[in-house]
């Protein structure tokens, strides 16, 4: 029982050291891993990982997404997003924005995009190709960080790193009222992000990632529809990320669905339409690896908008 108490004393006195152990990690080796936010509710707010997907519904759409990832870690990852796309008047063309805001511990990226796609007609389906731009702040205080209790004063560890770069990504989106399939590549440069070097390797730069998405809509009844989707992510020098997601929609009204989430969370989530123009979200992830137990779980929240209905049509819905 006294072992078992010193093991968890242990394990808890560690979560208090995070922040600083991933810092010291990112400037102690050249390390590649996942780079960009992470989603629950992709599949309500794809404007945040594919910019074809701008334009694709005939009205205003403003999404609203805040993630805070491991509650009980203090330091831990959390992430606001801001989105809004809309098609111009021949549809052909879509415009769209996106704002996000990512932190972990002293660590914090900002980006704003602006987003530009045409859209090709067929007989049942569109295909969206898809362009975005813009700039990304890369801010961390090292200064500030937690060191040895011993050695309380390290030259890699003085200055404060405050980067900005500019950059570009692509994607594609091919879709109908019941099915999608996307590929993007949400920013195409390795930006360098500190000046800093390793055996003249810079040890903080930004990856290429790539995000490959896809889901489809089977009608089960006049109430009932079933909605599986997928979403596979790569970044050079990090595992593959695959997401299996299933959605069940009743009266297109409420959906409840479930995501597993390749070596790392099992995700339950609930999506509401309140009325004809707001839409909310929640879903809540719990690890599934050696973690489980002590993260406290991570949450995340939706608000989406629907406005500038053309009231000369009639409202299809959607489902991503």
Same mark, same amino acid.
């Given at each position: 029982?006294?072992?078992?108490?010193? =093991? !968890?004393?242990?394990?808890?006195?560690?979560?208090?050291?995070?922040?600083?152990? !991933?810092?010291?990690?990112?400037?102690?080796?050249? %390390?590649?891993?996942? *780079?960009?936010?992470?989603?629950?509710?992709?599949?309500?707010?794809?404007?945040?990982?594919?910019? @074809?997907? @701008?334009?694709?519904?005939?009205?205003?759409?403003?999404?609203? #997404?805040?993630?805070?990832?491991?509650?009980?870690?203090?330091?831990?990852?959390? =992430?606001?997003?801001?989105? +809004?796309?809309?098609?111009?008047?021949?549809?052909?063309?879509?415009?769209?924005?996106?704002?996000?805001?990512?932190?972990?511990?002293?660590?914090?990226?900002?980006? @704003?995009?602006?987003?530009?796609?045409?859209?090709? $007609?067929?007989?049942?389906?569109?295909?969206?190709?898809?362009? *975005?731009?813009?700039?990304?702040?890369?801010? /961390?205080?090292?200064?500030?960080?937690?060191?040895?209790?011993?050695?309380?004063?390290?030259?890699?560890?003085?200055?404060?790193?405050?980067?900005?770069?500019?950059?570009?990504?692509?994607?594609?989106?091919?879709?109908?009222?019941?099915?999608?399939?996307?590929?993007? #590549?949400?920013? /195409? *440069?390795?930006? /360098?992000?500190?000046?800093?070097? #390793?055996? =003249?390797?810079?040890?903080?730069?930004?990856?290429?990632?790539?995000?490959?998405?896809?889901?489809?809509?089977?009608? %089960?009844?006049?109430?009932?529809? #079933?909605?599986?989707?997928? !979403?596979?992510?790569?970044?050079?020098? +990090?595992?593959? *990320?695959?997401?299996?997601?299933?959605?069940?929609?009743?009266?297109?009204?409420?959906? /409840?669905?479930?995501?597993?989430?390749?070596?790392?969370?099992?995700?339950?989530?609930?999506?509401?339409?309140?009325?004809?123009?707001?839409?909310?979200?929640? +879903?809540?992830?719990?690890?599934?690896?050696?973690?489980?137990?002590?993260?406290?779980?991570?949450?995340?929240?939706?608000?989406?908008?629907? @406005?500038?209905?053309?009231?000369?049509?009639? %409202?299809?819905? $959607?489902?991503?």
């Amino acid at each position: 029982m006294e072992m078992k108490s010193i =093991t !968890l004393s242990f394990r808890l006195s560690m979560k208090k050291q995070l922040t600083s152990l !991933l810092a010291a990690l990112l400037f102690a080796l050249n %390390i590649q891993a996942q *780079q960009d936010p992470m989603y629950s509710m992709y599949m309500f707010n794809m404007m945040a990982i594919n910019p @074809a997907y @701008a334009g694709t519904n005939d009205h205003v759409v403003a999404t609203g #997404l805040f993630r805070r990832q491991w509650l009980n870690f203090p330091g831990s990852p959390q =992430t606001a997003t801001f989105t +809004a796309h809309a098609p111009m008047k021949n549809e052909k063309v879509g415009l769209g924005i996106s704002f996000i805001n990512d932190r972990l511990g002293d660590m914090s990226t900002n980006a @704003a995009m602006a987003a530009y796609s045409y859209h090709l $007609r067929f007989r049942k389906s569109r295909l969206s190709l898809g362009l *975005q731009a813009g700039a990304r702040n890369f801010n /961390i205080n090292l200064s500030e960080l937690k060191l040895s209790p011993v050695y309380q004063y390290d030259d890699a560890f003085a200055n404060n790193i405050n980067t900005w770069s500019f950059n570009f990504g692509t994607g594609l989106f091919w879709y109908s009222d019941k099915y999608y399939l996307g590929v993007s #590549l949400p920013h /195409i *440069q390795n930006n /360098i992000l500190s000046n800093q070097q #390793l055996n =003249t390797v810079y040890v903080a730069r930004l990856r290429t990632h790539v995000n490959v998405a896809g889901g489809y809509v089977f009608t %089960i009844n006049p109430m009932l529809k #079933l909605k599986p989707s997928f !979403l596979v992510k790569h970044v050079g020098g +990090a595992p593959v *990320q695959i997401d299996l997601n299933a959605n069940v929609y009743w009266l297109d009204v409420l959906s /409840i669905g479930a995501s597993y989430r390749s070596v790392s969370a099992f995700v339950l989530m609930a999506e509401v339409q309140l009325n004809k123009t707001f839409r909310l979200g929640y +879903a809540y992830d719990q690890t599934t690896n050696r973690m489980r137990g002590y993260t406290g779980g991570t949450h995340e929240i939706m608000l989406r908008v629907d @406005a500038g209905f053309n009231k000369n049509r009639t %409202i299809t819905p $959607r489902y991503f």
